[in-house]
Antibody
């Protein structure tokens, strides 16, 4: 059974940093692109970033470029999102999601971890 | 950036009825459109990809149609568990982008 379990969310002050993790199991992690998708409270979904199977390619939505860094450790079946210079508008539930056949469709999602940026 | 507009914002129907949800793109996305279902407190679930292909394990009452700029998700006969928020998502242009959602509620 495919499982994605996020961790690392919490309350952080504006300008602060946080590192999210996603532990994957039930599939060959190293064979899939992976993404982070976020959802602000009561709002819709926003794709944030993704990373190629071997980590050689990474892409970001403009609003997080230069502040967020996506990475992965295939030996640990884990995906990460380092978030720096956090802003109030980054407050959201962050989901890790598996890319379905390198398509930018997302067939499996974790349950999400809440990041709250507030003073 | 392609904008996806979903309508209606809220749809009130009864179990057993047919639901028709719309997603309109600001420019052509060919057939590169997906539909997701999200229930309160849960992650989204992929229902349909490439406009009309059901994802693994999705019941046959869910179907998708359309191409270019106009797309439809149809639920042929609503079950109680189908009441949720539905999002469309395009992958034709980068970055991938979601619509604002349609809330399907029990009448």
């Amino acid at each position: 059974e495919v499982q994605l379990v996020e961790s690392g969310g919490g309350l952080v002050q504006p300008g602060g940093s946080l590192r999210l993790s996603c532990a994957a199991s039930g599939f060959t992690f190293s064979s899939y692109w992976m993404s982070w998708v976020r959802q602000a409270p009561g709002k819709g979904l926003e794709w944030v970033a993704n990373i190629k199977q071997d980590g050689s390619e990474k892409y970001y939505v403009d609003s997080v470029k230069g502040r967020f860094t996506i990475s992965r450790d295939n030996a640990k079946n884990s995906l990460y999102l380092q978030m720096n210079s956090l802003r109030a508008e980054d407050t959201a539930v962050y989901y890790c999601a598996r890319d379905f056949g390198s398509t930018y469709y997302f067939d499996y999602w974790g349950q999400g971890t809440l990041v709250t940026v507030s003073s | 950036e392609i904008v996806l507009t979903q309508s209606p914002a809220t749809l009130s129907l009864s179990p057993g009825e047919r639901a028709t949800l719309s997603c309109r793109a600001s420019q052509s996305v060919s057939s590169y459109l997906a539909w997701y279902q999200q229930k309160p407190g849960q992650a989204p679930r992929l229902l349909i990809y490439d406009a009309s292909n059901r994802a693994t394990g999705i019941p046959a009452r869910f179907s998708g149609s359309g191409s270019g700029t106009d797309f439809t998700l149809t639920i042929s006969s609503l079950e109680p568990e189908d009441f949720a928020v539905y999002y469309c998502q395009q992958r034709s242009n980068w970055p991938p982008h979601f619509g604002q959602g349609t809330r399907l509620e029990i009448k």
